[in-house]
């Protein structure tokens, strides 16, 4: 059973230094009650795994401006102005990767596996000081395996088993997240007793806590 | 025609029927505007959907349905969702079938710059290195020349690679322009210009094809 708990209480999960993914794009699909909960907690030096900074008041980007992270990997940061001025300023240590690549990291943290090499970025400044390989007379580059210390979800409907699915495009990066972190927590926008097995995208297994969406 | 509209109609015939696309923001966009009767595309957008159709109607959008441009879209029936992972094992395992992409610079080898200008502008590639190394046909579309009046077809791209030799066509207002391994040749140019004027207008040297070059068609 995944235990439900409120956003304080989720942001209270986290410690100053921690690395957390959020999943999203652009913020759909981040949990966007845990967000303010982590704002309002004011939780310092987070190395932060998400696919982008999305807009200055909305999702991840609310952390840039509120200026609580310490690093940043995404793989686009353009729609956010503050997280461009904090990188330009050396305030903020982003590194930036191929979107398939980090979400493949991420993916790899969470299956057990140890890395894995890719043709995405050959030639190219990602692929500098990486071990490169050829295989079927490719050359790939080696991406090594991604984690954080607690993962938090957005999905539409949850159940109390932690069970969760997803809607749109808010899937994206929250489905391998759920595999990459030691606490991993859900807000839901609809929360039910229990769903149709034949409905779960994430195993229930996988979720900690269930967080009720404010929306 | 304005520029985008010349680009959109020649580009949007490269399409073959039934092909999974998926197209970059901006220019790449607008040929989306002027797919010919009788090709029906797969649309991909690399946030998690293939099918998307049309922007819905003002007061009907989908808080959870968006494009990679974060625009609020529709999906067709035969539609179907997928998350990032999924999505980038149909990019980067080759199931994508064309990829339309901007252009930085773009050069005679099929390389192409188009995600970072260095001190001035470090946006991120998001998806497009993945869509670069994993589409079967890729396709930069471009102004022919910056708004300095410089080339952006170059012998060698100055600007961070995006990717290393894997621009298959090269599309402006000007010209369709092919990457071979033996350089750029020209296909194509606008009614409106000379071959003079094209090479004139691009620092890489254009091969002339034996066949000819024909003029364009919208």
């Not at chain 1, 088993?161 to 609809?190: C, K, P, Q, S, W």
């Not at chain 2, 690399?46 to 922007?55: D, M, Q, R």
């Not at chain 2, 998350?83 to 079938?97: E, M, N, P, Q, Y």
């Not at chain 2, 369709?176 to 750029?184: A, D």
Request: hydrophobic share 40%.
């Amino acid at each position: 059973m995944a235990k439900v708990i409120t956003s304080d209480e989720a942001a209270a999960l986290v410690n100053n230094g921690d690395t957390i993914l959020v999943g999203g794009f652009m913020a759909i699909g981040t949990p966007e009650t845990i967000i303010d909960a982590l704002v309002r907690k004011n939780i310092q030096d987070l190395t932060l795994i998400c696919n982008d900074t999305a807009l200055p008041d909305r999702g991840v980007g609310k952390l840039v401006v509120n200026r609580q992270l310490k690093k940043l990997l995404a793989s686009h940061v353009g729609t956010n102005k503050e997280t461009g001025r904090q990188m330009a300023a050396g305030e903020l240590d982003v590194e930036l990767n191929p979107q398939g690549t980090l979400v493949e990291r991420i993916r790899a943290g969470g299956v057990g596996l140890g890395g894995f090499y890719t043709p995405t970025g050959v030639g190219t400044a990602v692929a500098e000081g990486k071990e490169s390989r050829v295989f079927n007379d490719r050359e790939m580059i080696l991406e090594t395996p991604l984690r954080g210390r607690v993962a938090f979800l957005r999905a539409f409907i949850g159940d109390t088993h932690g069970n969760l699915r997803y809607r749109g495009t808010a899937r994206n990066f929250n489905l391998v997240m759920a595999f990459a972190a030691d606490i991993v927590i859900a807000e839901v926008d609809n929360l039910i007793d229990f769903m149709d097995p034949e409905e779960v995208v994430t195993p229930g297994v996988l979720v900690d806590y269930i967080v009720r969406s404010g929306r | 025609m304005d520029v985008r509209e010349k680009v959109g109609r020649r580009g949007a015939k490269l399409f073959k029927d039934g092909m999974l696309v998926n197209l970059g923001i901006g220019m790449p966009d607008e040929l989306l505007n002027y797919i010919p009767a009788g090709i029906n595309l797969h649309l991909q957008t690399e946030n998690g959907a293939i099918g998307f159709g049309p922007s819905p109607e003002q007061g009907y959008e989908d808080p959870d349905l968006t494009d990679a441009g974060d625009m609020p879209v529709t999906m067709l029936p035969g539609g179907c969702y997928f998350d990032s992972a999924t999505s980038f094992a149909l990019i980067r395992g080759g199931h994508v079938d064309a990829t339309v992409l901007g252009v930085l610079e773009v050069d005679e080898q099929g390389n192409l710059a188009n995600y970072m200008v260095p001190g001035k502008m470090v946006p991120g590639m998001g998806g497009a290195m993945d869509l670069a190394i994993g589409a079967k046909m890729v396709v930069a579309v471009t102004v022919h020349c910056n708004n300095a009046g410089a080339p952006k077809i170059l012998k060698r791209c100055k600007l961070p690679l995006t990717a290393r030799g894997q621009v298959n066509w090269i599309l402006s207002e000007l010209a369709l322009i092919e990457v071979t391994k033996e350089g750029l040749v020209l296909r194509e140019i606008a009614p409106d210009t000379t071959v003079e004027e094209v090479q004139s207008k691009t620092e890489a040297t254009l091969i002339i094809p034996p066949e000819g070059v024909k003029t364009m068609e919208y």
